[in-house]
Nanobody
């Protein structure tokens, strides 16, 4: 059974940074692309970033230049480093592999 567990969310002031983690189990982690999504209150879930099995990264326009996705295949973990956070980044952040989703971690950007 595939399990994805996100962590690292919290309350941060505008301009601050957070690093999210997503630990995977029950799947051959290294052979898949992994994605981060987010869902703000009242909004649909939106894609944030992807890292392929080869390490190629792609970002939504809203994340470019501020967020960095990375992976550690030895630890079955994907990360999302978020810098220069804005109030509009407030959302629950989810990682995704194929049809599998974690429960998310809440990021709140507020002064």
């Amino acid at each position: 059974q595939v399990q994805l567990v996100e962590s690292g969310g919290g309350l941060v002031q505008p301009g601050g940074s957070l690093r999210l983690s997503c630990a995977a189990s029950g799947i051959i982690f290294s052979i898949y692309s992994i994605h981060w999504y987010r869902q703000a209150p009242g909004n649909q879930r939106e894609w944030v970033a992807t890292i392929t099995k080869g390490g190629t990264t792609v970002y939504a326009d809203s994340a470019k230049g501020r967020f960095t996705i990375s992976r550690d295949n030895a630890k079955n973990t994907v990360y999302l480093q978020m810098n220069s956070l804005k109030p509009e980044d407030t959302a629950v952040y989810y990682c995704n592999i194929l049809t599998n989703w974690g429960k998310g971690t809440l990021v709140t950007v507020s002064s």
